[in-house]
């Protein structure tokens, strides 16, 4: 069973950064594609980006193109999502997930669907206000 552990979730004002980390448990990341997805109250969670196994290949939800960026550390063994001129509806507990299917988070897939992620983290909450 693989688990994950994300961090880096604080509060932050608009225009604010924050780096959120997800990183597993005992096991390596080296073999999963990952995914990021968020959680604002009373909303569905929702896709953020995602990053394949080889990080060569990433997707990102329209709103936040342009402001976050996802990256691997395989010498750490950790997937970061680099958050960039916050927003106040950015403000929701942000998940990581690991899928294990093959081609997750290439072209054309639906990277964005929760059933892709087999495991999950418990959430870290990032709040973006004045």
């Known amino acids: 069973q693989l688990q994950l552990v994300e961090s880096g979730g604080s509060s932050v004002q608009p225009g604010g950064s924050l780096r959120l980390s997800c990183a597993a448990s005992?096991?390596?990341?080296?073999?999963?594609?990952i995914g990021w997805f968020r959680q604002a109250p009373g909303k569905e969670r929702e896709g953020v980006s995602c990053?394949?196994?080889?990080?060569?290949?990433?997707n990102y939800a329209d709103s936040v193109k342009g402001r976050f960026a996802i990256s691997r550390d395989r010498a750490n063994s950790t997937v970061y999502l680099h958050m960039n001129n916050l927003r106040s509806d950015d403000t929701a507990v942000y998940y990581c997930?690991?899928?294990?299917?093959?081609?997750?988070?290439?072209?054309?897939?639906?990277?964005?669907?929760?059933?892709?992620?087999?495991?999950w983290g418990q959430g870290t909450q990032v709040t973006v206000s004045s």
């Open positions: 005992r096991f390596t990341l080296e073999n999963y594609p």
């Open positions: 990053i394949s196994r080889s990080g060569r290949n990433t």
């Open positions: 997930a690991a899928g294990r299917a093959t081609g997750i988070c290439l072209r054309g897939t639906a990277w964005y669907r929760i059933d892709e992620y087999d495991f």
